[in-house]
């Protein structure tokens, strides 16, 4: 089995709130930087029920 690492877990800044949805990531994956964004835009309106999940990711190549 493929170990994988969930990098949404725990309180996500800059909301300071868990979230339902997660991301996982194995192998030549890295998470560099993860984040909360509003479930609302700037102008009020709803995006979602819930807050989204932003996660910029970096990428290594495995050698064989």
């Known amino acids: ?3 994988f690492d ?3 877990r725990g ?3 800059p ?3 868990m979230t339902i949805d997660h991301i996982a990531i194995s192998g030549a994956l890295s998470a560099t930087h993860v984040r909360a964004l509003d479930r609302k835009d700037s102008s009020g309106k709803a ?3 819930h807050f989204n999940v932003l996660v910029d990711f970096d990428w ?3 050698s064989a």
């Open 6 to 8: 969930v990098v949404t």
């Open 47 to 49: 995006r979602s029920d």
């Open 15 to 17: 909301l300071d709130d």
């Open 1 to 3: 089995m493929t170990r």
């Open 11 to 13: 309180s996500l800044s």
């Open 60 to 62: 290594q190549a495995i």
